[in-house]
């Protein structure tokens, strides 16, 4: 299931960049998110089929914390291209003749830097609150 999951988000992915009728703001946004969805699922299934391999549970405290940190870096990058899509769909529906003013390739790729932005510093401020919490070794 990994393999299919990883294999068609990437295929969405090149589908997206290979034919010019879909380079819109909401392929691009989509595009986006099956990246997303890529990383979303690499942070955690990896060491989950490890786990099921090995028979063992065990996972190291700093591995932990990466884990946590690059799985809320994605939750929070999901979540906020999904409101960025419901956003782009607001903008077709309510101002049609403006779309094309309003969404530019330039808001949109500045709009998606932001929503990675905001995640990583979201996350390193999570990551950072359990860090401050006692270690497991102390």
């Known amino acids: 299931m990994y393999l299919v999951t990883m294999l068609g988000n990437l295929i969405i992915i090149l ?13 691009f946004f989509l595009s ?5 969805d890529i990383c979303f699922t690499s942070t955690t299934v990896p060491k989950m089929l490890v786990n099921i391999q090995t028979q ?8 932990c914390i990466t884990q946590i940190c690059f799985f809320l870096i994605f939750v929070d990058v999901d979540n906020f291209l999904l409101t960025i899509m419901a956003c782009d769909r607001y903008v077709v529906i309510c101002h049609p003749f403006h779309y094309t003013v309003i969404m530019n390739p330039q808001l949109c790729g500045l709009v998606v830097l932001v929503c990675w932005i ?5 996350a ?4 950072l ?3 401050s919490l006692s270690s497991p070794h102390t």
């Open 15 to 27: 589908a997206t960049i290979s034919d010019s009728h879909l380079h819109t703001p909401m392929y």
């Open 32 to 36: 986006n998110l099956f990246f997303v």
């Open 56 to 63: 063992s549970n065990a996972i190291t405290y700093e591995g």
């Open 118 to 122: 905001l995640s990583l510093l979201h």
């Open 124 to 127: 390193l401020i999570q990551s």
């Open 129 to 131: 609150m359990v860090l």
